[in-house]
């Protein structure tokens, strides 16, 4: 537990398993706009991306100029996010 102000405690976020994260992906797929869904998802679980780390990413951070995954990127060089998503066909 995490200690606040005025004596306030926060519990850590809880991390989905294995199975309920299958269930959550699941359910993406059937829902519009599932792909997109799908990978903040996996980017948050797997790559630990915070949501705002999420909505402010571009396409320049991932794709170069020829769409090509770029090898490394400034903002997502302190994350996972390439050892997850380097050969991910999402």
Known sequence: M????DGEQMKQAKVLSSE?????????STMQ???RNR????????AGMRVGEIAS???????DKDLIARK???KLSS??????FG????
Do not use: P
Request: glycine share 2%; hydrophobic share 45%; proline share 0%.
């Open 2 to 5: 995490f200690q606040l102000f």
């Open 20 to 28: 309920e994260l299958k269930r959550v992906i699941a359910i993406c």
């Open 33 to 35: 706009n599932g792909k």
């Open 39 to 46: 990978l903040m998802l996996m980017l948050s679980h797997y």
């Open 57 to 63: 990413l571009k396409w320049t951070d991932v794709l």
């Open 72 to 74: 490394k990127s400034e």
């Open 79 to 84: 994350r996972n996010f390439w050892r997850v």
């Open 87 to 90: 050969s991910c066909s999402c």
